[in-house]
């Protein structure tokens, strides 16, 4: 059960600080910030009892829980976590806690609805993680729609309107066509097999034509390319991120888009593995352009939002190159860009989010010259754009080295202008910094530096950038038993392409497929 407890103390939460917001809103933000911490003790004690396990290195769950729901219909209450999951869900509780405590003064309207929806929100997001039953998983995947919007169109600034409605067509649409995906995979499960299931391990099983796997994959994988984002269906995200509070930009950023990459390993790749070899070329070339194109039109902003929004576009195209290089090494480096940009750009979210609170306004033309007067924000808005431009020693730096070393297997010519993105990089990140925090000041701001509250939040997230960075041994062999498994092969170094039928281990494991197309 405390997988289902891992869900149900946010949304219990949420639901008490919603009343208790109206009379003291300092109550509701210690109650959302205890039930956060209390899910993070037990996904520790889980963590822990489950490290020295054969489960931890053989690439199956740590923990299930398999309950019938509606047996009517073939769906259950199917939750379980591996090593990949693991990861995201601590990644989702540790920035929903920097969430809360970057809200504290920011968000004085209307709290405790405030702290529900952000709540509401972070349980969606832990039930996507934790799915195994594929109506379960739409399920949440659309509780995270709602609360988000009301996050954008409640508390985000001037066009927060526009900005929530894009995003809710955009992720809307998305979620449509991947519910029709679902709906054909039982169907077809059904009348081949008699059994009539959403269950994902009795659907990797499933006989599927040709043809009706490639379009049962591209419901799915529009369904998480548009939430990842994917250019072209990234139009939503730097309106989104512009316009929604603080919270709501390092949620959106750190964790809605991670969802997205996190359906195209568990779902995309395992259940349609020869569906994604015909995709495959297509995508890594798409991913290119992303990087490339995210990182030019970052260099072009004078919102400093709207500038951190653009670097996601671009950092999510490593995410996109990684999984579909499909190798161990590309793809690992891919879960640890999900981990590293979730941390180094929620980082640069709360920073633009402190500079507009100080300073009502997120236009850099009239910025310069904060460093001597708030030098401790200038110096963590220094270590997090060095972060962000790949710098070794922190965790993008690994992430993208892995990407790059993967793909260059694959195809040297996309990974050389994968390659240029990092040059691109340096230049955005550099250029914001100086723009910002060096030169003359533009105008004569006055403004307090980093209280004991931020500078305690910045710090935890430095230590977690520079962790991944420096000592990145932990998240590696906590992923790797995972891409293994026999539900989630990658390829050998040695093969350019996805092979048809399956995810092939390294040479020296054994060769086993569970799932395919026929």
């Known amino acids: 059960m405390i997988l289902a407890w891992l869900i149900i103390i ?7 600080a919603w009343p208790l917001g109206r009379k003291n809103a300092a109550v509701t933000r210690w109650i959302s910030l205890a039930a956060l911490s209390l899910d993070l003790v037990l996904l520790a004690s889980l963590w822990s009892a489950s490290s020295s396990q054969v489960s931890l290195t053989s690439g199956t769950w740590l923990i299930e829980l398999n309950r019938p729901w509606i047996p009517q219909l073939g769906i259950s209450l199917h939750l379980a976590v591996d090593g990949l999951s693991l990861m995201l869900v601590a990644l989702t509780l540790f920035l929903g806690i920097v969430s809360v405590i970057c809200s504290w003064t920011e968000i004085r309207e209307r709290v405790g609805f405030f702290h529900l929806n952000l709540l509401a929100i972070l349980a969606g997001i832990l039930g996507v993680f934790l799915s195994l039953d594929l109506f379960l998983f739409y399920f949440f995947w659309e509780l995270m729609l709602v609360p988000m919007y009301f996050l954008i169109s409640i508390w985000g600034h001037e066009n927060r309107v526009y900005a929530s409605l894009k995003f809710f067509i955009f992720t809307q649409a998305g979620g449509l066509l991947m519910l029709l995906s679902i709906l054909g995979l039982y169907f077809i499960h059904g009348r081949s097999t008699g059994v009539y299931t959403f269950d994902y391990s009795l659907l990797l099983g499933t006989a599927l034509t040709p043809k009706a796997a490639f379009w049962l994959m591209l419901g799915f994988f529009i369904s998480f390319t ?16 512009t316009e929604a509070p603080t919270a709501g930009s390092v949620i959106l950023a750190g964790l809605l888009l991670k969802t997205g990459a996190y359906g195209l390993l568990r779902f995309v790749l395992p259940l349609f593995p020869e569906a994604a070899l015909s995709i495959a070329p297509a995508v890594m070339i798409i991913a290119v352009i992303g990087i490339i194109y995210g990182a030019v039109l970052a260099f072009a902003q004078t919102d400093l939002k709207r500038l951190v929004a653009y670097t996601s576009v671009s950092h999510m195209g490593f995410v996109l190159l990684g999984i579909f ?7 690992q480096g891919a879960i640890m860009q999900m981990l590293s940009h979730g941390v180094s750009t929620g980082a640069l979210f709360i920073i633009a989010g402190m500079v507009q609170e100080r300073i009502h306004t997120r236009d850099m033309e009239r910025m310069g010259g904060f460093w001597s007067t708030v030098p401790r924000l200038s110096g963590v808005a220094m270590v997090f754009a060095l972060a962000s431009l790949g710098l070794p020693g922190f965790g993008n730096f690994v992430a993208e080295f892995m990407v790059l070393l993967g793909a260059y297997r694959v195809n040297v010519f996309v ?20 723009r910002t925090f060096h030169g003359g000041p533009r105008a004569a701001w006055k403004m307090p530096d980093l209280s004991m509250r931020e500078t305690g ?14 000592y990145p041994r932990p998240v590696l062999n906590t992923t790797g038993p995972l891409l293994s498994a026999p539900r989630h092969r990658v390829l050998s170094p040695r093969d350019n392409a996805f092979p048809s039928g399956s995810f092939h281990e390294a040479p020296q494991q054994p060769a086993g497929m569970q799932g395919g197309t026929k």
């Open 10 to 16: 946010p949304l219990v939460g949420g639901l008490a």
């Open 226 to 241: 548009v939430k990842l984002p994917m250019v072209p269906f990234h139009p939503w995200l730097p309106d989104a991120h």
């Open 325 to 331: 290089a499909g190798n161990m090494t590309a793809t």
């Open 415 to 434: 990974t050389a202008f994968a390659a240029a993105g990092l040059v691109f990089a340096a230049i955005y990140s550099l250029w914001m910094v100086q």
């Open 457 to 470: 939040t910045m710090a935890a997230l430095i230590v977690v950038i520079f962790w991944l960075g420096l």
